[in-house]
């Protein structure tokens, strides 16, 4: 297959996954729901898999939490997957990256993303410290948000003010990424910038050279 078919066929998949996700979003639907339940379990098991290292995420996942969720899409039409499911998987998700090595009291991500990725002076420590802090605060607000998300899913009366906080912490956390940049840089002159971290973390090769 040449390169530019790969890129058209690269392109159409990911129209045909934006769409789906839209009519998920867009139509209420026991079938939709089950469809999302399935689309959102395959990429959280695949992240846990070639991300996180864990192998048997996956089976587990896709075996158990498959056939619960299309159980629950069509016998309890009155939860709420979209998009809260969704929420969940990705808070939990930045939740492990951020705590698993700190709890451990190993190296932790951003201390591994700077000296292996950005590669700059090496870290002092008490720039170390303010990285170990940076990862308990990423960790709390996956934490937050994916419970918040959770009991928003199963009751209803408290979905507008999930909503609410959700794109409230969401707002947050892209002002903290920008700031959190900006302190290390003028407290600790650190020559990292966060539109240098965004671009490493869209890269493919990156993830492969952490140990999360």
Same mark, same amino acid.
């Given at each position: 297959?040449?390169? +530019? ?9 990911? @129209? ?17 729901? @089950? ?22 995420? $996956? ?31 990705? +808070? ?8 698993? +090595? ?53 009751? %209803? ?5 999930? +909503? ?17 940049? %900006?302190?290390?840089?003028? $407290?600790?002159?650190?020559? %990292?910038?966060?539109? $240098? ?10 993830? %492969?050279?952490?140990?999360?």
């Amino acid at each position: 297959m040449t390169g +530019n078919a790969v890129r058209w066929t690269s392109h159409l998949r990911g @129209a045909a996954t934006a769409a789906l996700l839209l009519s998920c979003w867009w139509f209420a639907s026991p079938l939709l729901d @089950a469809v999302f339940i399935l689309f959102t379990l395959h990429v959280f098991s695949v992240f846990l898999r070639d991300i996180c290292g864990l192998d048997k995420a $996956r089976m587990i996942l896709l075996g158990f939490g498959g056939p619960l969720g299309l159980f629950l899409a069509f016998w309890m039409p009155q939860l709420h997957f979209v998009p809260y499911l969704a929420v969940i998987a990705i +808070n939990l998700s930045m939740a492990y990256v951020f705590g698993h +090595n700190l709890l451990r009291q190993r190296p932790n991500i951003l201390l591994q993303f700077v000296i292996s990725l950005h590669q700059g002076p090496v870290p002092s420590a008490e720039f170390a410290a303010y990285l170990r802090q940076q990862c308990a605060v990423w960790l709390g607000i996956g934490l937050c948000a994916s419970m918040l998300a959770g009991l928003a899913l199963f009751v %209803e009366p408290l979905r507008p003010l999930a +909503n609410v906080i959700l794109i409230t912490l969401l707002v947050a956390q892209a002002l903290w990424f920008v700031l959190s940049h %900006e302190i290390a840089r003028m $407290r600790f002159k650190r020559p %990292e910038t966060w539109q $240098r971290s965004l671009h490493l973390m869209m890269q493919p090769g990156t993830w %492969e050279k952490l140990d999360i």
